[in-house]
């Protein structure tokens, strides 16, 4: 058995943990330990409160008034800015709209019209499949455009991008194994073949401080019901950097981006900086969930959160590799913390079955197929104490294999 | 004066209405006669209650699982499908999802695809200008693509459709003066001269019976926030006729539309149907705020909902212009009920500066520049007495000439 700390130890660790005192902003159910907050972020009574106000207050009595008395034409913006401090933007950079694949949407064209002598996308064939699906909608609109995929057009992604690259389109932590890619570096790279880079934040944005600003990024996307906790389908972001704004062009040229939306002028003109990525009417009381939930992210300190997100995720690693030594588990995640996001993958043969068997027993992670098991981190609300439990639960799943009876059946779901 | 009924009449019409208890549904503020609800529909307890479990219950207890236990993932389609009984869709051709803008973008790029050999997008000038912009945003990706507007290329919509025609997208009623096309004979025009149409039916999804399916309609649109009453912002919808499903091809193909969206395949193949319009995570809070919605509307009888919408209209015409006359008020919507949605403009050279004085008299309608008074009338929460105390607040103002001093501002939103 590999070394890991006591049960004792592990109380310690809580007891100090300058983020321990968040748990007690959301609402958890009982019984469970929620390791998938990388797919779906936990709800906190201050999204509550939002929600119920924007519907009981603002849609119930204040109706078509609240587009300005209650700032819902402003939220975009507004929240966009907020988002921004988590990922290294400042203000002006970033706007909440629509979801991460019409985002990607728009950006892929906008990086392509920047660049109208090349036409290659460069993405990674292990990439969440949406944003290839995306990039494949644009190159089907574009007739001079392609695609060369990592993976499958050479091993490494960097050996992609050569002068003929327009924009590379590249996840900045895997959602399968949680690598943790070095964004200053690779977009160094592009710059120097004179590419722009597009960095999908799914899940980096409120796993770990992100510096997009610092490391010169051209553009981002990234979603907001993972690690910053918007709720189910909250509406996603978009990040472009100040010196690209007077030239963006995107095809989605909706009434909410034009420069006048309340002229009803008959032609399109887009509107100022990052606002031309507006398109249509926003869902406003998905949009107040989520400023519920980044009232609580304004009070996180970035350095703090990913410091506990380390120390969880090598604790885990620990505990795994510890106490279920001998039954089949292998590691699918970087090792080096540093090469790390907020999460650990498990492969296993059955990890179909065992996955079941953990949440029939209240540990909800999730399966990615063929044979990984995905746990994530969430420095807000997870203790350590909860992975010293999850981990005995899934070392008696795996002596006893009652994983083998597992029928309780939960669909693999976003990302 | 024109001819008009007392309020005792009035009184009659309200005792005998057979939709008045629906009113009781809605979350109506006292002290405010709402003639808004073409704009943003009214609140109902039903989609309070949704909003409530889809929050504490299935986000807060259920969390990741809800995608599954809560039907999460079908709800695009359950909703569509809802939402096609109301516009005389067969079920299998509407989904819910995204905004009005954005879908407007897949159907112009799905009919273009579908006529290789043509390339030409026709829409009014007078459209709901984001019809207009999303057209253009089309026309930018596509090489060979151009747009012919009705009353800038010819005054009337028919004198532009010839062979050269892909598409035509057209309102079913005008945003601004409430004019409703005959859907049947502008389809059958397009589709003699081999073109397809999309209706927008934003102002009239919920505003009357709408027969797609009768009609021999190839695609349409509209949003759920107006007549429909799903709340600020709530997902739009997209109809498709089956016959054209297997051919559909749209550029925003994302993971959602995907024939296998859990099996994380690298490359994109198209769901089956009316699926395949579905592209990123769809807002799940706002979602269910419109499944309450649309509870209420399963038991809505639709010839019983136009009847009193063109007995709301026609009376709020008299009494206009029976109590209002020598005031410059001019009707601006068609007299002919038959070629009338459910909402009534009058135009006067100070139509802002009355719009503000009725707004701070608790009287709801909206303006539109430059000189546009707009009324809405919602058959389930506004009663006929509603339009007699307006009207009198109406003719007080103009009387008085009140609106001089008007400083309470709000600003046009949202169609």
Redo the contacts between chains.
Sequence with gaps: MSAFPDFAAIEAMDATDPLRSMRARF?L?RG?I?L?GN??G??STA??AE??S???E???????????TAG??DMPLDLGDRVGRLIGAAAGQTVVC?????NI?KLL?AALALRPDRSVIVSE?GS???D???A???V????DASLR?EG?DAPDIEELIDGDVAVVLVNHVNYKTGELRDMAKLTRKAHANGALVIWDLCHSAGALPVGLDGANVDFAVG?T?KYLNG??????FIYAAERHHGDI????????G?ARP???????AAGEGIRRFL?????????R?LKGALDIWDEVDMAALREKSLRLTDLFIALVEGKCAGHGLKLESPRDGARRGSQVSFSHPNAYEIMQAL?ARGV?G?F??PSTMRFGFTPLYTSYADLWHAVDILEDILRHDTWREAHF???????
Tied chains: 1, 2.
């Design positions: 609402v159910p469970v929620y998938d797919s779906l936990a709800a999204a509550f929600l119920q924007a519907a009981t603002e849609w119930g009595q204040e109706l078509i008034r609240s587009w300005n819902w034409f629509d979801t991460t694949s019409i949407y064209h064939g969440f499949p949406t290839i699906y995306m494949e909608g644009v089907a609109t574009q007739a995929l499958v979603c019901y709720g189910p389908g909250a509406p996603a062009r995107q095809p989605l040229s909706g009434w909410w034009h309340f002229a009803f002028e008959q032609r399109y398109c249509g009417t926003q869902p406003i009381l998905s949009l969930a949440i909800i999730d990615r197929a059946g939960i669909r693999a779901a976003v990302t």
